[in-house]
Nanobody, 125 residues
Framework: VQLQASGGGLVQAGGSLRLSCTAS????????MGWFRQAPGEEREFVAA????????YYADSVKGRFTVSRDNAKNTVYLQMNNLKPEDTAVYYC???????????????????WGQGTLVTVSS
């Protein structure tokens, strides 16, 4: 599977953005999907993920209650709805995929099989 992320941009603190990640291929529903981010000078970190099967999700503590991950298997797309954005959310956001993987297991970066190209989110104060 190949991934194409979009939806990043510049937003003021307190605002919202929705990121999208569309996958090529015919087996999207068999992939656990996740979002990671990398701020300038920082290591890449886990943000959120959704099960390959069923509605299970998992979030980093820093985004719980503000971000929501969802998927539309008919559109081969996973979304990250980001509300109440903070300047510390500024980063390049990457989507990721790993087949037959739960949301909780998706947070292990070394196990990720496929990465998207990243989309920049900038939150101004």
């Amino acid at each position: 599977v190949q991934l194409q992320a979009s939806g990043g941009g510049l937003v003021q603190a307190g605002g919202s953005l929705r990121l999208s990640c569309t996958a090529s291929g015919r087996s999207f529903s068999t992939y656990g999907m996740g979002w990671f981010r990398q701020a300038p000078g920082e290591e890449r970190e886990f943000v959120a993920a959704i099960n390959w099967s069923g509605p299970g999700t998992y979030y980093a503590d820093s985004v719980k209650g503000r971000f929501t991950v969802s998927r539309d298997n008919a559109k081969n797309t996973v979304y990250l709805q980001m509300n109440n954005l903070k300047p510390e959310d500024t980063a390049v956001y990457y989507c990721a995929a790993r087949q037959f993987t739960t949301a909780q297991a998706m947070r292990v970066m070394s196990s990720i099989g496929t990465w998207g190209q990243g989309t920049l989110v900038t939150v101004s104060s």
